[in-house]
């Protein structure tokens, strides 16, 4: 019996092809994914609220690709409801990216036609978040915040800096006072590995910090130095300098990105033990609470 399921999910496109640089203006519009299932009645379930239900629906999926479409859209539009456009605009993609795999997979013409209409919808909705995001940068109004919850988990440095990573960054600058300690050294070493496997080609790292008189200054110049000559490796120079009188914590790359993090690059608590989950994947490990804000500036201080 064929699979009759279906993928329906809530997307917001703009009323006006000029957007405002402050406002979206959204309307609703329904996008399911397969051809004649908004005409299909379903029944109502009273353990999910009815924006859930029509947001999001549900789809029993035939394939890894079809499964990953479903959540990295849905992540998508979540994040375009909150406004976190650059976030949104990289979960399209890449969930564009999963549908085009599901149409070349798929040989029913109408099902092809009706993936086709539904990937343009949501390249359309890219392309104006894209627009709306080059219009803010250009205007230097670019202002995004991250709230980090007590005890919040996701906020790997992959996940939190993957939306401003692409090849125009080379350079990056980190002032942060607390590259000290030995979990703080390992921080500062997580945060170069996660350049390193970016799509960056960053060939220059600046670490600005203050010295560390209290648990050890040799410990601290010896594994800074030991992380400089494993970055020579890959062909990236570690230029580092202390100052006994910063304060702020700020992270700039030279594609005109600012990221501020209350807390610095030290924002992971503890685990219980070395064995607890989130000692390895830091998407698991909790948080400290603390705000990030993102800015976008057209030239990147060069000292």
Not at 8 to 21: C, I, M
Not at 107 to 122: P, T
Request: charged share 30%; with cysteine.
């Amino acid at each position: 019996m064929r699979d009759r399921s279906l993928l329906f999910l809530y997307f917001r496109k703009p009323e006006a092809a000029v957007l405002s640089s402050r406002h979206f203006h959204h309307r609703p519009i329904h996008v399911f994914l397969e051809p004649g299932s908004h005409q299909k009645k379903r029944k109502s379930n009273p353990g999910i609220s009815a924006r859930s239900r029509w947001a999001f629906g549900t789809m029993s999926v035939n394939s890894g690709v079809e499964n990953s479409a479903v959540i990295v859209l849905k992540r998508a539009v979540e994040l375009d409801e909150n406004s976190r456009f650059l976030e949104a605009l990289v979960c399209y993609r890449e969930g564009i990216d999963l549908l085009l795999q599901v149409l070349k997979g798929t040989k029913d013409e109408k099902k092809k036609s009706h993936y086709r209409q539904k990937i343009s919808d949501y390249m359309d909705r890219a392309e104006q978040i894209k627009r709306h995001l080059e219009q803010e940068k250009e205007e230097g109004k670019y202002h995004n915040q991250i709230k980090i919850a007590e005890n919040g988990t996701g906020f790997s440095y992959e996940n939190l800096f993957k939306p401003y990573l692409n090849e125009m960054l080379t350079e990056v600058w980190v002032e942060d006072p607390y590259i000290r300690q030995v979990h703080q050294l390992y921080n500062f070493l997580r945060f170069c590995e996660m350049l390193l496997k970016g799509p960056c080609k960053v060939k220059t790292i600046h670490l600005l910090t203050t010295k560390d008189e209290e648990h050890g200054k040799n410990q601290q110049i010896s594994a800074l130095n030991e992380i400089k000559e494993s970055l020579k490796n890959y062909g990236i120079t570690l230029e580092m300098s202390f100052s006994s009188s910063i304060h702020d914590r700020e992270i700039r790359f030279n594609s005109g990105w600012v990221i501020k993090i209350g807390r610095g690059l030290d924002y992971f608590k503890k685990t219980e033990g070395r064995f607890s989950v989130g000692y390895c994947d830091f998407d698991l490990r909790p948080c400290h609470e603390t705000t990030v804000d993102i800015f976008h500036i057209k030239h990147t201080k060069k000292t």
